[in-house]
């Protein structure tokens, strides 16, 4: 992968930079066959987004059945300057897994930062929605970083280390980490946070079943495809040999666990072969492909206290359907 700056320079603003920690989102074969061969089956929700994966999310956020983006979207329009009076100006906001970036703007006119860094896996993300931001900011200064989120020894390279640090981490993606994983990311934050730094961090709270299961399985059918788009990824990118029409798309609410499901099942018995390795599937068996766990106000406060995090201000909708949590260092 080579930066778009090398590609263009003369193109982008003056105020972009593209930055690359390693392979990014480029599929890990390792790492795919290992979930395969497990029982249940898995492959991490991350390979989910290449370029194709990331355009169908987008139109996945459009639909009227997926309630999380214009919910969270309405508390920052409508909370964007109290959030900035919590936060404080001339930051360096640093956003994990910006997709369009579309959010971060909801907040820029009233947060003022100094900086934005925007952390995703997928590069084509980044090289779309960079230098846009970066052209109607002109004021800040857009750094692009491809890479999987999360603070890293890596991304501390292109930190700036004098100033306050803001993390904003929207669309509750914090969801798609199970709670263990999710108390590991926020302890990376407060490190990476300092003393002095805060988090924006956007959370699906719970709700009826209903409600849920019907975002994610909208009747427009963005949701299928992006699942199955996975395969079509995993034959492009690895030579594997899935066939779509042997696959079905399930989405459902775990009540016991809290947490809506996706997987890919199985129709049928088959055998894929990925390089070397012939992956046997028995008809209803599924490759789990993504877990998006809903949270209390209180149970993500105590997530958050675990990991030396504080809540300071708590915003939410008047359906009580998402929560946005202004956190600072204990």
């Given at each position: ?5 090398e590609?263009h ?12 920690l ?15 061969l497990?029982t ?11 370029a194709r994966?990331?355009?169908l999310f ?9 309630y999380p983006?214009?919910?969270e ?16 100006p ?12 579309s959010k ?12 934005y ?5 997928s590069?084509?993300?980044l ?12 004021w800040?200064?857009?750094v692009?970083?491809c890479g ?16 306050k640090?803001v ?5 509750s993606?914090i969801g ?6 999710a ?11 300092g ?8 959370v ?10 019907k ?7 963005f ?12 034959n ?9 029409r ?30 070397e390795?012939s ?9 789990h492909?993504?877990s ?29 359907w ?8 204990k």
């Amino acid at each position: 992968m080579r930066p778009s700056e090398e590609k263009h320079p003369e193109l982008l603003p003056d105020n972009f930079r593209l930055h690359s920690l390693g392979s990014g989102g480029d599929v890990d074969f390792g790492e795919v066959i290992e979930g395969l061969l497990q029982t249940p089956k898995s492959v991490s929700p991350k390979f989910l987004y290449d370029a194709r994966g990331s355009e169908l999310f987008n139109a996945i956020c459009t639909t009227d059945a997926y309630y999380p983006t214009r919910t969270e979207c309405g508390i920052y329009r409508q909370q964007a300057q109290a959030i900035a009076a919590q936060v404080g100006p001339d930051s360096v906001v640093v956003e994990f897994g910006p997709g369009d970036m579309s959010k971060i703007r909801l907040l820029l006119d009233e947060l003022r930062p100094l900086a934005y860094v925007g952390v995703d896996v997928s590069v084509a993300q980044l090289e779309e929605a960079g230098p846009p931001l970066a052209d109607d900011y002109p004021w800040l200064d857009v750094v692009a970083v491809c890479g999987d989120f999360g603070p890293s020894a890596l991304l501390e390279e292109h930190l700036p280390g004098d100033r306050k640090r803001v993390a904003f981490f929207p669309g509750s993606t914090i969801g798609n980490l199970d709670p263990a994983a999710a108390q590991q990311f926020l302890h990376g934050l407060r490190n990476m946070l300092g003393t002095t730094g805060g988090a924006i961090i956007g959370v699906d709270l719970r709700k009826p079943v209903a409600v849920l299961e019907k975002a994610y399985n909208d009747p427009e059918g963005f949701t299928r495809a992006f699942n199955l788009n996975l395969l079509t990824r995993l034959n492009r990118e690895l030579g594997a040999n899935f066939d779509e029409r042997r696959f079905r798309h399930k989405a459902f609410y775990n009540e016991q666990l809290g947490r809506v499901e996706m997987h890919l099942v199985s129709v049928v018995q088959q055998s894929v072969r990925i390089g070397e390795h012939s992956i046997s599937f028995q008809p209803g068996e599924t490759i789990h492909t993504e877990s998006s766990w809903k949270y209390t106000r209180e149970g993500f406060t105590e997530l958050a206290g675990k990991a030396g995090l504080e809540v300071q201000r708590f915003f939410t909708d008047e359906n009580a359907w998402f929560g946005v949590f202004v956190l600072g260092v204990k």
